[in-house]
């Protein structure tokens, strides 16, 4: 598996805003901090500064006073650290529009589209650092792996200033010696629990197999062995997939029959265009998803000149973009098409192309009777195999 999950995380985000909006705060203890629902003080962020003296995010702001009294205490500045924000998104969404925004200053990106343009990731990870510092002036930190879990894990542990990569064989070497509380999900409970089992690191977390796991934390128990490997399946979702219409299938057994795959597109095409024109939207980023066997998972994304809600060119851009590789190499376990990049009502500009005007028409007349007897009522000639 390639490295092409990026985490990206500002250093104290807040605090390294008013930092440098204000040089004479540059090296000293900075807590940014706001009133939480309680009406309490907390702290938002503190500077690597403050940090030193035991302060951290979600303290107390009275307790902070205590370890840190000496600290500058800020209110915090939240239009302006949006407005950073979008300056550092914009950057990041240069490189890929496969961006998951996490928070304000946390992203991770999926970097298997970007190559070409690029380099390879881990040039991509030095260039998005050093342009971020050199046009905000702010340090990102920045973790590159074979997923998100270890992504994230690889920004974190290298903080501040960070630059880690964690290469598949390496996974072992990195995870075994950690505390369980680096593991996605696992929270104070999770660990006195472990802790009690004699379960202090990862490493010895492995000790417990699959089922004893699941038999003390249930489906949680399942994550916990897979993270534990670190093994996660999860796929970077960006915003335009958020805002999206699509569909997606698991199969039984993994497919290798092209004639199948390119069915079961053309299923799914006609069930993602049927719901666009039930809300009269049209759409120009068409995405697939594929699956193969051993969980690697791409998507693929292009945006069409024109926005549409065609089955038809839905399923063309889709059979486009697995044969442009070729993507169909593999037996596929999983298949997804979508779009999104929607804008609302349907295009005048269509009624210049009678062809597409006659497709429209198509489409209207297909919904009318499937709205009538059922999903099943027409099907496309293609389809009659499945
Ligand atoms: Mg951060």
């Not at 690597?48 to 902070?64: D, F, K, L, N, W």
């Not at 629990?193 to 379960?199: A, E, K, Q, S």
């Not at 699941?214 to 128990?221: C, E, L, N």
Request: net charge positive; charged share 25%.
């Amino acid at each position: 598996m390639a490295l092409e999950i990026m985490h990206v995380d500002m250093d104290a985000f807040f605090a390294a805003v008013e930092q440098l909006d204000n040089p004479a705060l540059v090296g000293q203890p900075v807590i940014v901090g706001g009133i939480n629902l309680d009406n309490r003080g907390v702290v938002s962020t503190a500077s690597y500064e403050a940090r030193q003296y035991g302060v951290h995010s979600a303290m107390p702001i009275t307790e902070a006073k205590r370890l840190c009294p000496h600290g500058i205490y800020l209110p915090g500045r939240g239009s302006r650290y949006q407005e950073i924000s979008t300056q550092i998104f914009s950057i990041l969404l240069s490189y890929t529009p496969c961006l998951e925004k996490i928070s304000i200053d946390e992203a991770f990106l999926d970097l298997s589209g970007c190559h070409r343009l690029f380099g390879d990731s881990i040039e991509i990870g030095h260039q998005i650092k050093m342009v971020i510092q050199q046009k905000l002036g702010l340090i990102a930190s920045i973790g590159l792996s074979i997923n998100k879990f270890l992504a994230k894990l690889a920004s974190d542990l290298d903080k501040p200033d960070g630059f880690m990569v964690i290469k598949e064989e390496e996974i072992n070497q990195v995870l075994e010696p950690l505390p369980i509380g680096k593991l996605w999900g696992v929270g104070r409970k999770t660990e006195e629990i472990l802790n009690d089992l004699g379960i202090n690191t990862i490493g010895k977390l492995k000790k417990l197999n699959q089922d004893e796991l699941v038999a003390i934390f249930g489906k949680m128990g399942l994550q916990l062995y897979q993270l534990a490997r670190g093994l996660d399946e999860r796929s970077v979702e960006p915003e335009y997939a958020a805002k999206s219409i699509s569909h997606e299938e698991t199969f039984a057994v993994s497919v290798s029959n092209k004639n199948e795959i390119m069915a079961c597109l053309m299923e799914m095409s006609a069930k993602v265009a049927r719901r666009l024109r039930q809300k009269d939207l049209r759409g120009s980023t068409v995405f697939i998803k594929i699956r193969y066997d051993d969980f690697t998972t791409l998507t693929r994304r292009i945006t069409l000149g024109s926005s549409t809600n065609s089955t038809d060119t839905i399923y063309q851009t889709g059979k486009r973009l697995l044969e442009k590789e070729p993507l169909l190499t593999r037996p596929v376990r999983l298949l997804g098409i979508g779009i999104g990049n929607f804008s609302k009502g349907a295009q005048t500009q269509l009624s210049l192309f009678s062809n597409k005007l006659k497709e429209y028409d198509l489409n209207k007349a297909i919904d009318r009777i499937k709205d009538r007897y059922g999903e099943r009522g027409i099907i496309r000639a293609r389809n009659l195999e499945r």
